[in-house]
C-alpha cells in the first residue's frame, strides 16, 4: 500500500483497516475540538463508524477518484489528509485534513 516517509518522525499511510481503532480513538478524544470544522464526527461513534470510513475511502483510492492517508507521528495516527474526488477533466481536487489537538504546533501538517 501507499506510504511516504516524509522525516524520521512523520509519514504518510493510506489507511487500512487495522487503522480503525486507533483512528477512532483519536477522532472521540478530540471530539469536542474536532466537531466545529467537521460535521461528520458526530455521526462517527464507533470503531464500526470509523471501518465503515476506510472502506469507503480503499475503494475511492481502488478506482482512482481521491484517497485518504493516515498522518503517523512517531508510529502514532495523528490524523488524516484527504484528496476528495479527483476531477481529472480539469486536472483538480479538494484537500481535506485535520490532527487531533495534542499534535497539533509541531509542524506536522505543514510537512504533509
Known sequence: MFYYTIDEETELRILEL????????????????????????????????????IRLSLKQFAENNGFTAGIFYNGQIAGTISFHSFDWANKSTSIGYWLGKLFQDKGIMSSA
Open 18 to 53: 487495522r487503522h480503525a481503532e486507533a483512528l477512532f480513538q483519536l477522532t472521540d478524544s478530540c471530539r469536542d475540538y474536532l466537531r466545529e470544522w467537521l460535521p461528520w464526527v458526530d455521526a462517527t461513534q464507533s470503531p464500526e463508524d470509523t471501518k465503515s470510513f
